[in-house]
């Protein structure tokens, strides 16, 4: 009976020791800590996404808002992002809740992203709306553009009326002067889509108009083609304000070869006609 005990405790005890040693060597191995001059331990760090510059309230990210700062992760505020490709596609076109300093993180507690709700009424102004027109790679100025930026909208279209003169009949006008661009594509209504890194070219722009203006977009689609032209940043200048209303750019303005004037004309035909010993009379034809 003693034996059988025995030989029970040494199974029993074998098994433990097993386990133990098939869990050790399911564990991963202990990271190795980074060690300095002189040996003392380095904290491991991170590129953290801040504000480049002052950023002001109500303001859409734009690219160049976008900075970096090599932080220790045990310093890392809450919700910081870490500097990826991914990371920036997803906050540029956000609106900033706050004015940010330069070097500040990037919190979610002061952005507000396209797709949250409330994005639209937060961005748009006092008695504004919200229109979107369809670009292309080159009326959307091949990507350049981005939330924040404002646009004139240039429309080109061609008129279909054969007792004009060539010089007459393709025009080019601009139907919205210094308007605001707040959304891109769908990052609007669905934001920017997780992990997604490739550049593509945009196919759609939402503006901010007045209700006129809106008006003026939904006729300029029927007419043409409409294209975006980015205007310079202008520190100071009231972004309300619109230019006078342009002029008309006729396709002979562009080409003078369309002119009536750059048309060669015929020479005349002359024939000259004696009659007797009298001086001949000539005869234009």
Known sequence: MALRIVVFVMMSLGLLGFGTVAWISMQPPPAEASVGPGGAPVTPQDNVLVAARDVAAGA????????????????????ASVDTPAARQQLIGSMVRRRLAANESLLPRDLL????????????GAGMRAVTIGVDAITGTAGLIW????VDVMLTHQIDDPERPASRRVAAETVLSNVRVIAIDQQLVQGAAPGSTEAKPAATVTLEVTSVQSERVSVATRLGRLSLVVRA???????????ATPGITWAGDVSPALSADAVPKPAPSVVKVYRGSGDGQEYHF
Do not use: S, Y
């Not at 859409?60 to 919700?79: A, C, F, N, S, W």
């Open 233 to 243: 940043a202008r520190p100071g200048e009231d972004e309300r304000v619109a230019d």
């Open 113 to 124: 992203r396209p797709g949250d709700h409330g994005f639209l009424a937060a961005v748009l």
């Open 147 to 150: 939330p924040g930026d404002r």
């Open 60 to 79: 859409l990210l734009k690219p160049d808002d976008l900075g970096t700062v090599q932080m220790p992760r045990p310093k890392i505020p809450e919700g």
